[in-house]
């Protein structure tokens, strides 16, 4: 570090040299001769706790940045010394400053959905603002008769019908119970009260949505159509049929075209997710307009923070998604510096019951027993055959559920596969850093073999929290172990990521399409230290010490986004992706960490985000 401030210095003496007139030195020469040699630091960070989090935990004052990287690290004083006129000095005034949070799993490009119906900004067109139906939870549904709860939809389907005009879409809204953190829509949605024909009544020329949350919606036959026509398939052919067609909707037929629209949509989400301390978000894509939107961003500097993103749309949409993959080379870690591939997969491929845990009650032990295990992704399927293909033409697997040990089984028969088929050794495996997301359930005798394929599991406190309570009450106590344990992996060898998988700002009740047991970043964060929820502990075994649980949306989870060389952790050469917390994490009480807020984002050098109260 001394060397690098002394070779500064000497470029810094040479430059003055250069600058020296006869008998004078002109200082608006040097500044402009340091400007115009870009010798001068664009950034200054003074009076810091900065966490580098390199290997050995090194702790500095501060940091100076040129051109999006760090340039140098040192005390205040040596900082200090090479601010040039120009130089943007930054006084965090003691604060701790951590690199930025890399959020390895989280969807921008839906969550910004929650805002349809009370943010203007992010509805560019009035089709898009959803109008919210009011009272039809549980306990108003006692007083109703189902005429009753049809002549309340149909009276703001008419309206909203009559304010648009004929062919034009009406989106309306049966918001969830605000304490609802499973996502549970309104019966009326859920157990179907209202159906496709009283919704071709209600508006007989508009395309209509009638929404619960996003995986519960109930189209008319005039949407059901266009939405099938635009996709190329009918959509009960969709896994996840509403939260796939949202996607289109929304993107490839209401927006269609409008790639500037979408731009500024989604520029605005993901300054409001950077205002959380988020520097770098993964997810997949469908959409395409989702992909020109980026694309555009990307080009013209406008991107607020950076994306990884996974394709997904041959999983949705191709007829053959293993000859669609079989095809298409390996493009994972392409892109730029704010956007770019990190693999393909298919998140839901996973469902029904796929588990070898039992519940306590006979009778449900035998109910379960009648039913097939990992019916729809077994080896012989077409979600299997998918995977494996794109495994056999040297794609990296991304996003990819595993939420029960039964499909951690089948992963592992599809690296097994693929070796005994395609000859791939076990490093060459390792070295894809496979990527798979919401394992709630792993079983003891299967972190060993995580660690050996090296496959990297991705944690969500808000999947855990959601069900943890009920799978307990059911299954018993013994398997609390199998729930999200990620000091037994860490302490295997095993390689995870933590991330949200939430919409960070709270909405009104009555526009949000998904609730969470928390809004903001840090009750997130805080959970894998604490594993504290609703006043109880869950499997305080496993809980992370803070080093770690930092690590995992940080050095760790840049490696897992492909980019552990210019993310992760504020080393020299690094991109400058930073923020400032008014806490010092590292030493308040560990039931203080949810109560974290962040004051500053900062981005490749760029602020971001200031909070007022900076």
Same mark, same amino acid.
């Given at each position: ?7 500064l ?5 040479l430059?003055?040299l ?9 200082? %608006?020469?040097?500044?402009?001769l340091l ?5 001068y ?10 966490a ?7 702790q500095?004052?501060?940091m100076?940045?040129r051109?999006?990287r760090?340039?140098v690290?040192?005390?205040?004083e ?13 006084d ?28 203007p900004?992010?509805t560019?067109?009035?089709q898009?603002?959803m ?20 002549e ?10 009559a304010?648009l ?22 019966p009326?949605?859920r157990?179907r009260?209202?159906n496709t ?9 508009n395309?209509?949505?009638l ?24 959509i009960d052919t ?9 996607y289109?909707?929304v ?7 409008q ?9 605005k989400?993901l ?8 520097t770098?978000? %993964? ?11 980026l694309n ?6 406008e ?6 993103w996974i ?9 053959d998604?293993a000859?669609?993959?079989t095809?298409?080379g390996d493009?994972g870690? #392409?892109?730029?510096e ?6 393909v ?11 070898q ?6 009778a449900?032990?035998?109910q ?6 990992c019916?729809?992704?077994k080896?012989?399927t077409?979600k299997?055959n998918?995977h ?11 996003d990819?559920?595993?939420t ?12 097994? #596969? ?11 495996i390792?070295e894809?850093?496979?990527f798979?997301?919401h394992?709630?359930l ?7 073999k995580?660690?050996k ?6 944690m ?6 959601r ?8 299954y018993g106590?013994?398997y ?6 990620t ?10 990521t933590?991330a949200?998988?939430?919409?960070l700002?709270?909405?009104p009740?009555?526009? %949000? ?8 970043f ?6 894998y230290i604490?594993?504290?929820w609703?006043?109880?502990?869950w499997?305080p ?6 080093i770690?649980g930092l690590?995992?949306w940080?050095?760790w989870a ?6 552990e060389?210019?993310?992760g952790s504020?080393e020299k ?8 917390i008014?806490?010092?994490?590292f ?5 203080d ?5 962040n004051?500053?984002?900062v981005?490749?050098g760029?602020?971001?985000y200031q909070?007022?109260e900076f």
């Open positions: 570090m001394q060397k690098a401030i002394a070779s210095k000497v470029l810094f003496t430059c003055l250069f600058a020296i007139v006869p008998g004078e030195v002109v200082a %608006q020469e040097v500044s402009e400007e115009r040699l870009d010798a630091p664009e950034l200054i960070v003074l009076n810091g706790k900065i580098i989090m390199d290997d050995q935990l090194t500095v004052q501060a100076a940045i051109k999006r760090i340039l690290l040192g005390t205040t040596e900082i200090k010394e090479l601010a040039g006129p120009q130089t943007q000095i930054i965090v005034k003691g604060r701790t400053v951590l690199p930025g949070i890399i959020d390895s799993h989280t969807h921008p490009h839906l969550w910004l959905y929650n805002h349809f119906g009370s943010d900004d992010f560019p067109d009035p898009l603002k109008i919210p139906i009011l009272g039809l939870h549980e306990d108003d549904l006692d007083q109703m008769t189902k005429s009753g709860i049809l309340k939809i149909g009276g703001v389907i008419r309206r909203r019908a304010e005009g004929p062919d034009k879409w009406v989106i309306v809204n049966v918001p969830m119970n605000e304490k609802a953190i499973s996502g549970t829509a309104s009326v949605i157990q009260m209202v024909d009283d919704l071709n009544r209600m508006a007989p020329n395309p209509v949505v929404s619960g949350s996003f995986g519960s919606s109930i189209y008319n036959t005039q949407a059901r159509r266009i939405i099938s026509e635009a996709i190329g398939k009918d969709l896994d996840n049929v509403s939260l796939r067609t949202w289109f909707l993107y490839d037929i209401i927006l269609h075209n790639t500037e629209a979408v731009a500024g949509m989604l520029k989400e300054e409001e997710t950077a205002s959380f301390g988020v770098t978000v %993964q997810t997949h894509i469908e959409p395409l307009e989702v992909l020109k939107a555009l961003l990307d080009r013209t500097g991107m607020p923070i950076r994306w990884a394709h997904r749309t041959a999983y949705s949409l191709a007829k998604p000859e669609f993959y095809l298409l493009f870690g #392409q892109g730029s704010y956007f770019w591939n990190t693999g997969g298919d998140e839901g491929w996973d469902g029904g019951p796929c588990s845990a039992l519940p306590k009650d006979p449900m032990r035998e379960l027993a009648r039913l097939e295990q019916a729809g992704h080896p012989g077409v299997f998918g494996l293909a794109a495994l056999k033409a040297g794609l990296r697997l991304a990819v559920h595993a029960q040990d039964g499909t951690i089984d089948i992963i592992f028969q599809l690296f097994d #596969q693929l070796m005994e088929e395609d000859g791939w050794t076990l490093e060459q390792r894809k850093r496979h798979f997301d394992p709630r792993i079983r003891p005798d299967q972190i060993p995580l660690a394929y090296g496959l990297w599991m991705n969500q406190a808000t999947g855990m929290v069900g943890v309570a009920n799978f307990v009450e059911v106590e013994e609390l172990k199998w729930f999200t344990p000091k037994s992996m860490l302490e295997a060898g095993a390689r995870f933590l949200t998988d939430a919409h700002a709270s909405v009740t009555e526009s %949000q399409l998904a609730a969470w047991p928390w809004y903001g840090w009750p997130t964060f805080a959970f604490t594993r504290e609703e006043g109880r502990v499997g075994e496993e809980k992370l010490d803070r770690s690590r995992g940080t050095t840049a490696e897992s986004v492909l980019r060389k210019d993310l504020l050469g690094k991109l400058a992706d930073f923020i400032v008014d806490r010092d994490y030493t308040i009480p560990e039931l960490i949810k109560k974290i807020k004051l500053m984002t981005v490749g760029k602020v971001i909070s007022p």
